[in-house]
């Protein structure tokens, strides 16, 4: 598969060629955890790539929902892309600021409904700006475009489902938490969490998944990593994490390795450790 991929991953350069084209659309998926101390609005507002718009993980959601950013109903994200200037006929191109983190989560988003024409920006913002390339901090003019939808419910997975998973083993379960949360020696972020993990799942770290500056590892790393840890990849995949968003690196690297019959847990770890009545291993 070639290094760009504008179905799930292009490099700055790629970007670089293409971004003045009519049908490209750039969105800063910018999230952090709160220990981070970081403001991923305000880093937006004060310098991104030329033309890109702001998506707000935590507000395109599940408002309903008192698990973090679940997937919002179709009419919510087709509503708040439409408000963007996104819609159909479009490339999208996400990236974040943190290499490759929360970008992974909304192409995953995009192509839950549908969007298949959506990508990660390998190295995200940390490399586009060490290369010089331009930034700006003017919002771009937006104008209403057309968006469809179609749910591709494949692509994701409730609580219902992985806890049978788990039971019958159909599926691999694959943790992109660290290895010291994944075994229940590291406190979660969130409080009031037990520690641990899914029974039968497998650790995955996502930096594992990257290189030091934030990028990709190639396809051929990709698939040495997957071996290391067990992964067989002729069989279905349910991936998961804190609150769904890193396990969606995973799922992009699926994705890049061809792997076709992967899935994402939504409430990941901030719904598995509030129940009680959920099984939990550890070390």
């Known amino acids: 598969m070639p290094h760009s991929d504008p179905r799930t991953l292009v490099s700055t350069e790629w ?13 800063d998926a910018s999230w952090y955890l709160p220990s ?5 609005k305000a880093e937006y507002d004060a310098a991104h790539i030329p033309n890109a718009r702001f998506f707000d993980i935590d ?12 997937v919002p109903a179709p009419e919510k994200f087709i509503s708040r892309m439409r408000a963007m200037g996104i819609g159909d006929g479009h490339q999208v191109v996400v990236y974040d600021g943190a290499g490759i983190n929360s970008a992974a989560r909304v192409w995953w988003l995009f192509h839950l ?3 298949v024409d959506t990508a990660v920006l390998d190295g995200g913002l940390p490399k586009w700006v060490a290369e010089g390339r331009e930034v700006e901090d003017m919002p771009p ?3 209403d475009r057309h968006m469809t939808v179609q749910r591709n419910a494949q692509l994701v997975r409730n609580v219902t489902q992985v ?10 379960i694959l943790d992109a938490r660290s290895l010291a949360r994944f075994k229940g020696e590291a406190p979660e ?33 990709l698939s040495d990593v997957m071996a290391n840890a067990g992964v067989d990849l002729k ?10 968003v890193t396990a969606a690196i995973i799922n992009l690297a699926l994705e890049r390795l061809g792997h076709k019959h992967h899935s994402l847990y939504d409430g990941s770890w901030a719904e598995w450790g509030m129940y009680n009545d959920l099984k939990v291993e550890r070390a």
């Open 113 to 115: 409904f549908g969007k």
């Open 189 to 221: 972020p969130r409080e009031g969490l037990r520690l641990g993990h899914i029974p039968n799942s497998v650790s995955l770290p996502f930096p594992n998944l990257l290189n030091d500056n934030g990028t990709m590892k190639t396809v051929a790393e």
């Open 36 to 40: 981070a101390n970081r403001d991923p």
């Open 15 to 27: 970007l670089a060629r293409h971004q003045s084209s009519p049908d490209i659309r750039i969105i």
């Open 235 to 244: 069989a279905p995949v349910i991936t998961t994490c804190g609150s769904g």
């Open 59 to 70: 507000e395109i959601a599940d408002s309903k929902s008192d698990l973090p950013h679940m």
């Open 141 to 143: 003019v937006l104008r």
């Open 163 to 172: 806890a049978a998973a788990s039971k019958l083993k159909d599926a691999q």
